[in-house]
């Protein structure tokens, strides 16, 4: 993360003399960590198993974690299964990102109530109780990176995404498994967490024993690192996660092409593909539901009976038709140009805008897709077939 990006309260901890410091722990120290994160004042959120999937929510301990569960994925396909082992981080990502904290799907910004002839308006308080998370992979890294540059990097700071990033800890996890859908290679964000975490965790299970190896991030992190029981990591601990780390990236679920993306893409606006994507798309917007950087939000006014209203803000998609609505119809009318709009901007149009991909290659749009359609197989069609009469944007 850049550091002009890095949210007022984890930038004086950004860079210190703790960063670099590597330790082992074990579970028990792991259960330690989350014990003092919680003592420290933190509401500590981290993966847990509900409705078959594994998902993100309040974690007392280490016994809420998924252990000895993984995620078999797949376009249009997701289902745990348990693995021959106790990872507790055994899995690739699920449903749910840190965006659903970071920047809610519903939050309500005023509400209004009558008091005789007044109307008086009430705003929520931002929360106060900071969070932790526990087991962001690379890949949400830099899906926060890229949300902090969108709600905080510009003159308009969102001040509840402010609010609620300003002192999140983080922990992370390497990556010891490539899920199916997974291409943070392709991207350049993973698997290694390089930056933007407290404290960065790589799971080693084998023979030998399950312990964590904890590379500090900040100086914050390495405070935190000196309440909990560690030994000193050995130059085998670090061999094996270099291992684990490289086997990952040489597994990844899906490849994309990207050094020519952005000419590719705006080259081919008329291509016949769109088309083809059009006839299986269902537009029911899933894809920018669980997509750790898609931020786009409306506002919508409600009122009840007793004369109070209130508005809120939640999370839309440009694949509705009432995403691009001005003043008597919907810009992107078909399903052709709201898909076209969605992978033009995640993939080129975003560099334009932000200066970077707007894809961290998570693979949830992959996954969560009702349908299977896959970013990756798209572009690729693309490439093989471009449309020879269009001019490069
Ligand atoms: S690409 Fe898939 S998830 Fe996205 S809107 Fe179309 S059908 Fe829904
Ligand atoms: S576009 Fe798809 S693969 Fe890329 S960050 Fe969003 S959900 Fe992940």
Redesign the pocket.
Known sequence: MASDLVPRGARDQSMSSASGERAILSRDGLQALIETLARRGYRVVGPTLRDQAIVFDDIQGVGDLPAGWTDVQDGGAYRIQRRADDALFGYAVGPHSWKKFLHPSRLRLWRAERNGDDVVVHRDPEPTTPFAFIGARS?DLR?IGIQDRVFLGGPHVDPHYQARRQSAFIVATNCGEAGG?C?CVS?GTGPRAGSGFDIALTELLDERGHVFLADVGTERGGEVLTEIPHDAAGHDHVAAADNLIARTAANMGRLMRTDDIHSLLLGNLEHPRWDDVAGRCLTCGN?TM?????FCTSVEDTSDLDGGAERSRRWDSCFTEDFSYLHGGSVRQSARSRYRQWMTH?LATWIDQFGSS?????????TWCPVGID?TEEVRAIREQPAASEATT
């Not at 669980?290 to 898609?294: A, F, H, K, S």
């Open positions: 890949c899906a859908t291409f991207m894809c669980v997509c750790p950087t898609c995640k707007g894809c961290v290659g998570c693979g949830r749009c992959i970013i």
